[in-house]
């Protein structure tokens, strides 16, 4: 990496750790809202 | 005439939609990204300037492109939300903010480690990067704006008034930040970003920047989903969706 | 219901967050005609009120004054109405007399004997002059009070005028009131607890 | 009953209120002046450096001290209930907020412009870049009043608000920031700070253009 590598690096690494957290978090997010979803639709049995 | 309008912003039609879209936008991001990043990694030759150091731009400049177009997003569609008082616009609008400040923090990041070596130090005052700065504040406003409110209706409108003002704002912040810097010092040394980059450099960028996208795409509908569940907890539709 | 005379309120959904607030509340009052409303902590008195205002846009229905909807119709609307919230909008470091000639003083040029008359009604008079932040809670409630006959609107949206007053005070609040709508004026009264209004007032009882 | 009338009211109670008040309407100023004091506490008698450093001391001590005082243009009213009186006045609620960020002006941004020769001595800022300071704190707070007034418009129902409205409008109020201490800075040097005033100028008359529709949209939100 031409002297740069400890430059290079650490931005992949940081980046590819944000893609991997947007992806964690956006699934735990979704997991999150529908068991809350579940949860509240066996609390009320019925719809609006 | 709206109609197809109202129909694309139903709820049940968003989260269906958003479901079916996710692995595509998952599958394009990936083969991009992993494309993008042997390509600028391995196969770029090095920049004549600035060396190896070069090779951040592949994950930088797409960052930093998803940090204003994700805030553009959020913009729009809180505005979408607020003027037509579509919920899904909202919903879109609070799904896009956390995507969004986290690539401005990646762009950040990147930049300040890039600009070691090229301008002997972390932080340089760039305006870019400043302006990249005071984005992420309007980012963090945002969010804890709408978190502040008890009701989620009212954080919600008082979120997009926000970001539209916001929105307004940023070319301003921008342009006054690259005058500012003007003053300070003379032509800046070294600017990522060149035009007339040769094919073997400019591939790998191009498919870093729709493979950065389609992830934000992706991720946008997974958290998109969540905030429709969450939103209409209580309709009778959500209880066929998530016990199927 | 025929609304064209009057104030209608429509099949009002409210959301607060979670919780329905408001379902499908529908209401109409006319000239001559007074309005008791009840329910009990949480039913969505207040923000019943607070649509009928036009403060609070429901979700579902809407809100009609003379058979057009409020909001085409706001500033309009607005200077037929005088609103009395739970809280009596007092400024504490102006005096009762201040305070009214302001907020009268929006909607149209009033004289002070004018506004002075109107204390007198609601027992206060002697407090004209008197910075709001010496007064007691009856007293600033009265003051309120004075605000609103001083208005001279035809419609009258009362959120617990009661609360605080001792029993003089409910005495002439509820003559002030029958003297309004035997003169033609419309009120709604949010209250939750039993009250005697001397007209015949209908009552609406809210559920939750 | 017109809107001008209107306004001369609320402005005039606004105006009577804060003299019934008169520590509050000192409490920013105080604040202003400490702030500047800090400064070269702090320098550590590097007082060189504290010249090339006034006008940024200056701009920022200013900035910090409108903003102490915005979190109550609206919160208030909003409290007492009279705010929801105003909204139910019969007049735009564009013009009332108007009329409420202009009386906050005169006795923030304007008082703050009065007593902005003593801290220019203090921190040795000459007195002919006085005019400029002048210029550009005057349209720099009127700014700041009306970005305030959309930012105390949206937390005005918080419990928490102040951090928060901090957190808001002081990344909306950098370029004037920049431009204010920009022009005050070139004012020192010699230089023309005519492109400096001018930007600030067309910020200023751009905010309170729009600024006004942004912050009555933003009342009838959290006022819900």
């Known amino acids: 990496m031409g002297g740069y590598a400890r430059f290079v690096w650490p931005c992949y690494a940081f980046v590819f750790g944000v893609l991997a957290w947007n992806l964690w978090a956006a699934a735990r997010y979704q997991a999150e809202a529908r068991k809350r979803a579940l949860r509240s639709l066996a609390m009320s049995g019925d719809e609006r | 005439m709206w109609t197809w309008f109202y129909r694309l912003a139903s709820p049940p039609f968003v989260y269906r939609t958003a479901g079916t879209l996710t692995p595509w936008f998952m ?48 913009a729009v569609a809180g505005a979408i939300g607020l003027i037509w008082r579509i919920k899904m616009g909202h919903a879109v609008s609070a799904a896009t903010a956390p995507i969004g400040a986290s690539f401005t923090l990646a762009a950040l990041l990147t930049g300040s480690l890039w600009g070691r070596p090229m301008w002997g130090t972390y932080w340089a005052w760039d305006p870019r990067l400043t302006s990249e700065l005071i984005l992420l504040f309007l980012y963090v406003g945002v969010m804890s704006l709408r978190a502040a409110f008890d009701d989620p209706g009212r954080g919600d409108r008082a979120a997009a008034l926000l970001g539209i003002v916001g929105v307004v704002n940023v070319p301003i912040i921008h342009y006054s930040v690259v005058w500012w810097n003007s003053l300070h010092q003379g032509a800046t040394v070294a600017k990522i970003g060149k035009p ?16 950065f996208m389609c992830f934000y795409g992706a991720v946008l509908c997974m958290r998109l989903r969540g905030e429709v569940l969450n939103r209409e907890r209580q309709s009778a539709w959500v209880r066929e969706a998530i016990q199927s | 219901m025929n609304t064209a005379e009057g104030l209608g309120v429509e099949a009002v959904h409210v959301w607060r967050g979670e919780r329905h607030v408001l379902k499908g509340v529908t209401l109409a009052i006319r000239p001559r005609e007074a309005l008791h409303v009840s329910g009990r902590n949480g039913s969505g008195k207040t923000t019943l009120l607070k649509v009928a205002c036009g403060l609070l846009r429901p979700e579902q229905g809407h809100v009609t004054w003379l058979g057009r909807s409020i909001s085409d119709v706001r500033s309009e609307y607005q200077h037929a109405l005088a609103y009395a919230s739970h809280e009596p909008a007092l400024k504490a470091d102006l005096t009762a007399l201040e305070n009214l000639r302001f907020m009268v003083g929006l909607k149209y040029r009033s004289n002070g004997a004018e506004l002075i008359g109107c204390l007198e009604r609601t027992g206060v008079a002697r407090c004209a002059d008197l910075p709001v932040r010496v007064l007691s809670a009856g007293q600033r409630r009265r003051v309120a009070m004075a605000r609103v006959l001083g208005m001279r609107a035809p419609l009258w949206l009362l959120d617990e005028p009661f609360t605080n007053l001792d029993a003089g005070g409910s005495e002439i609040f509820a003559a002030l009131i029958a003297e309004h709508v035997s003169g033609g004026g419309m009120a709604v009264v949010v209250a939750h607890h039993e009250l005697v209004l001397p007209t015949a007032a209908r009552r609406l009882e809210l559920p939750g | 009953m017109s809107a001008t009338r209107a306004m001369i009211l609320v402005v005039a109670r606004e105006l009577r209120l804060s003299f019934r008040r ?32 006034a006008p940024g001391v200056l701009w920022t001590a200013a900035l910090l001290s409108s903003l102490l005082s915005l979190e109550s243009l609206f919160k208030g009213d909003a409290d007492d209930g009279t705010l929801e009186q105003l909204v139910l006045s019969g007049h735009s609620l564009t013009v009332i907020v108007i009329a409420k960020t202009a009386a906050h002006w005169l006795l923030s941004g304007a008082a703050l412009v009065l007593a902005s020769p003593l801290v220019a001595i203090a921190l040795g800022i000459p007195v002919a870049a006085f005019g400029t300071m002048f210029a550009s704190l005057v349209l720099g707070t009127m700014t700041l009043s009306w970005l305030g007034s959309i930012g105390a418009a949206l937390t005005v129902g918080l419990k928490r608000g ?33 492109g400096a005033l001018y930007f600030l100028g067309s910020l200023c008359l751009f905010t309170c253009t729009l600024a006004p529709f942004a912050a009555s949209a933003a009342l009838r939100i959290t006022l819900e």
């Open chain 4, 22 to 53: 008169p520590d509050q309407l000192l409490q920013p100023l105080v604040f202003f002046l400490i702030v500047t004091t800090l400064f070269p506490l702090g320098l550590n008698l590097q007082l060189s450096l504290l010249k090339d450093m």
């Open chain 4, 162 to 194: 102040n951090v928060l409205l901090s957190l808001i409008v002081l990344p909306l109020a950098m370029p004037m920031l920049i431009f204010g201490a920009g022009a005050t800075d070139r004012a020192i040097s010699g230089m023309s700070p005519a």
């Open chain 2, 196 to 211: 007339a980059m040769p094919g073997s450099m400019l591939w790998p960028l191009l498919a870093m920047f729709l493979g």
């Open chain 2, 27 to 74: 599958a394009a991001a990936a083969v991009a990204i992993g494309y993008g990043t042997i390509a600028g990694l391995l196969f770029a030759p090095p920049d004549y300037q600035q060396g190896d150091a070069f090779r951040i731009i592949y994950v930088h400049a797409p960052s930093a492109w998803l940090s204003l177009f994700a805030y553009t997003t959020l």
